[in-house]
C-alpha cells in the first residue's frame, strides 16, 4: 500500500513538474543582463531535486533480488520449529535428537527441500522412507506442510513487495531525469546576439508591434526556439502569425507560435514562444464496433499533436469487454498521453504505466498498448507494442505488417516492448486494430487477408479507409462481432 501511494504521488510530480515549467516561463520578464544561466540558483535548486531524486531511486534498487526457493537457513529455522514444537513432546525425543540428532536433521530438511521442489515421486519415497522411523509421521507431515505453506506465502508476499520496490524506483528515477531536462529548458536558454534583435524590432515595428526581450534556446536536437516579450503600439490585437513570419525571414527557418501559447498580441506585454514549423501533418479516423450483445466498448485510444512535432497515437484494448474494460482502456491511454506531453518518450511512459499497473491489486486484469509515434519533421515513425495486434503501413499498392510478439501491461514487472521504426513518405496510411479485428478473419492467414483488404479499400481519407476495412472485415465474421473491434488510421502529407 505504500508503494501504491509513493507511485501515485510520483505521477502527480510528473503533472505538476511540467505545469510548473509553463508558469516559470510565463514570469521570467526580469532582463537577459540581470541573469547568469549557468549559475542560475533555480537551475542549481532542481538539480539538487533530480540528485535527491536519484539517490531515492538507487536506495529502492538496492533491495535484495527477487526469491524462487527458500534459503538454507530458513529451511533451518523450520526444522527447529518441527523440533520445538512437535518432536520435544514425543517420548522418543531423546533417541531422535539426542542419539541421532544428525540423521534426524538431515531427514527433516531434505523432506522440506522435496515438499517445496513438489517432487511427489520422491515425497512418496521419503514417506515410506520415513515409515518404522518416526511414530508421529502423520503429526509431522502435517506440521512441516503448513510450515512449507506459510513460508511460500511469506516468500511470494516478499517477492511482490520487492517487485512494488522496483517499480517505485524506475518512477522516481524519471522523475529525476524529468528534473534535469526541466533545468535544461527553463534556464539554459540566452539572449539573441545584437544585430539579430534590432533586425527583428525594426520589422516588427513596421506591423505595430514592440519587443522588449527576446531569447532564443537550442534544444538537444539541433531545433530552436524564440521567446519573446511582445506588445502592440497601435490599441488593438495582431495575430502572433505576423511576429512568427518576422522571426522565420531572419533566423533562416519557417516559425510558427507555440501550439500551446498565445495566439494574439494585446495592448500589454506577453510572453510568446515560437517554435520551426513541421514538414508533415497527420489526418486520422477512426471506426469501432462494439462486442455482439455488449453496449460499452472495451477499446479505446487518442491521437495528438505534441509541441515537439510528435504525433502521438495509442490504442489500447481492455481485457474483456464493457464498462470495466472500457475504464481499464481508458486510464492507461490518458495516463500515457499525459506523461507523453510531459516530456517522456513513448517507451518510457508505457514502462512507467506498466510499474503502476504491477502495483495495483488487479485481479489478472490487464490491458494492450499499442503506440505509433511519427516525428512530423522527418516522417520517422515508432513503433512501441505491448501484446498489441499488428499494424500495417500502406503505400500505394503495397502493405507491410509491424507485429509483436510482447505481453500486454499489467502481466510482468519488467516488460519486454517490441519496438521498431519505419521512415514513412507523403500519402502513407498507418492502420492499427485491435485483436477483435484480426480474429474475425481465417485464423491461418489473417495478416494477409487484412493485407488484401487494405489494398482493395482505395480511398484517400483516413476515416474513409477505417470505415472501408471495417465493412469488409465484418464480411467474415456474418456482421456480428465476436470481441471489441476498432481500426485507427492515420495519412502522412505534406504540410
Known amino acids: 500500500m505504500q508503494e501504491w501511494i509513493i507511485a501515485m504521488l510520483v505521477i502527480s510530480v510528473l503533472l505538476i513538474l511540467r505545469d510548473m515549467a509553463k508558469t516559470i516561463f510565463s514570469e521570467m520578464k526580469k532582463s537577459a543582463a540581470a541573469l547568469a544561466y549557468d549559475q542560475y540558483p533555480q537551475k542549481e535548486k532542481m538539480q539538487r531535486y533530480a540528485e535527491s531524486f536519484q539517490k531515492l531511486a538507487n536506495s529502492f534498487y538496492e533491495t535484495p533480488y527477487r526469491k524462487e526457493y527458500l534459503s538454507s537457513q530458513e529451511l533451518e529455522f523450520m ?18 535428537w539426542k542419539q541421532h540428532s544428525i540423521q534426524s536433521y538431515q531427514r527433516i530438511y531434505d523432506l522440506l527441500r522435496i515438499m517445496e521442489e513438489q517432487d511427489e515421486e520422491a515425497l512418496r519415497k521419503a514417506r515410506a522412507d520415513l515409515t518404522g522411523i518416526c511414530v508421529n509421521q502423520g503429526k509431522l507431515m502435517q506440521e512441516l506442510q503448513r510450515l512449507m505453506e506459510r513460508e511460500r506465502q511469506n516468500l511470494i508476499w516478499n517477492n511482490k513487495l520487492l517487485e512494488n520496490r522496483m517499480a517505485v524506483a524506475e518512477q522516481l528515477q524519471e522523475v529525476a ?26 520589422a516588427l515595428k513596421k506591423k505595430q508591434i514592440q519587443v522588449g526581450n527576446l531569447w532564443v534556446l537550442e534544444q538537444p536536437d539541433g531545433r530552436i526556439r524564440y521567446y519573446a516579450e511582445l506588445r502592440t503600439t497601435g490599441g488593438g490585437c495582431i495575430s502572433a502569425t505576423e511576429a512568427a513570419q518576422v522571426l522565420s525571414k531572419f533566423s533562416g527557418t519557417r516559425m510558427i507560435p507555440k501550439i500551446e501559447g498565445k495566439t494574439l498580441i494585446g495592448k500589454e506585454y506577453s510572453l510568446m514562444g515560437f517554435g520551426e514549423a513541421v514538414n508533415f501533418k497527420m489526418l486520422y479516423g477512426a471506426a469501432k464496433m462494439t462486442k455482439d450483445k455488449e453496449t460499452i466498448s472495451g477499446d479505446n485510444y487518442t491521437c495528438t499533436t505534441e509541441e515537439n512535432g510528435q504525433f502521438f497515437m495509442c490504442l489500447s484494448d481492455g481485457m474483456g469487454s464493457g464498462l470495466e474494460a472500457c475504464k481499464e482502456s481508458e486510464s492507461i491511454v490518458d495516463t500515457l498521453e499525459q506523461l ?20 495495483r491489486n488487479r485481479n489478472g486484469r490487464f490491458s494492450t498498448v499499442d503506440i505509433s509515434m511519427v516525428d512530423l519533421y522527418s516522417g520517422v515513425c515508432h513503433f512501441l507494442k505491448a501484446g498489441a495486434a499488428t499494424t500495417f503501413i500502406k503505400r500505394d499498392h503495397w502493405v507491410e505488417a509491424i507485429s509483436s510478439t510482447s505481453l500486454a501491461l499489467g502481466l510482468v514487472q519488467q516488460a519486454d516492448f517490441q519496438t521498431a521504426a519505419k521512415k514513412l513518405y507523403e500519402g502513407d496510411f498507418l492502420i492499427m486494430v485491435t485483436d477483435g479485428v484480426l480474429d474475425a478473419l481465417p485464423s491461418e492467414c489473417a495478416e494477409e487477408t487484412m493485407k488484401e483488404i487494405i489494398l482493395q479499400t482505395n480511398v484517400s481519407a483516413a476515416q474513409e479507409l477505417g470505415r472501408g476495412i471495417l465493412e469488409r472485415v465484418l464480411t467474415y465474421s456474418g456482421y456480428k462481432a465476436e470481441d471489441d473491434m476498432t481500426i485507427l488510421t492515420a495519412g502522412l502529407w505534406r504540410n
Open 79 to 96: 526444522v527447529e520449529e518441527v523440533q520445538q514444537e512437535l518432536c520435544r513432546r514425543c517420548h522418543l525425543n531423546q533417541v531422535c
Open 340 to 359: 507523453v506531453e510531459a516530456g517522456f518518450s513513448g517507451e518510457t511512459a508505457a514502462r512507467m504505466v506498466n510499474s503502476v499497473l504491477n502495483l
Open 177 to 202: 531525469q524529468l528534473m534535469k531536462t526541466l533545468s535544461r529548458d527553463l534556464f539554459d536558454f540566452v539572449e539573441v546576439d545584437r544585430q539579430f534583435r534590432e533586425e527583428v524590432e525594426k
